[in-house]
């Protein structure tokens, strides 16, 4: 019984942890772009809607993906989670960030630029367990672990730039 428990407990943490509603309209103060996750049965993301504020124009990218999102406290073992709009002095446009836990707990990084590409990210890294980012000052730095069948997992480290 007390197992039980325990799991339903898990469960609940897990759902009350998601902070970004599907089928709600985001919009940012630090840039033009606003977005929206579009679901269709509250559950899996179809697409993510990208519009521009002002103006009728959007961009639809297919995911097709259950994604979890987190709150960003200390102890998620999800952290960095969600959608966030940055602007590099190395790279010309805004670049939309889309970090998500899929269900087999691997972390996803989506990249997207709406002026480069109109229809899918323009890279796209899973991380067994994680993938990070960290701006440099002509680069930014993408690390995340490999898939493998041995117990010692490598990490992969991969320049992304204009």
Do not use: W
Request: aromatic letters at 14%; proline letters at 3%; charged letters at 25%.
């Amino acid at each position: 019984m007390s197992r039980i428990i325990f799991f339903l407990f898990l469960l609940l943490c897990n759902f009350e942890a998601k902070n970004i509603e599907l089928n709600h309209l985001y919009k940012t103060n630090n840039s033009i772009y606003t977005y929206t996750l579009n679901s269709l049965d509250n559950k899996k993301i179809d697409t993510l809607t990208i519009g521009k504020k002002g103006s009728s124009q959007h961009y639809q990218y297919a995911i097709n993906e259950v994604l979890q999102f987190c709150d960003h406290k200390e102890n998620d073992e999800c952290n960095d989670t969600g959608i966030s709009i940055k602007k590099f002095l190395f790279y010309p446009n805004d670049l939309i960030f889309l970090i998500g836990i899929k269900n087999d707990r691997s972390k996803i990084l989506y990249i997207y630029d709406p002026k480069v590409d109109q229809e899918k990210p323009i890279r796209q890294f899973t991380g067994a367990n994680y993938v990070d980012f960290t701006p440099k000052s002509e680069y930014l730095k993408i690390k995340y672990d490999g898939f493998c069948d041995t117990e010692d997992p490598y990490t992969l480290h991969e320049n992304f730039k204009e």
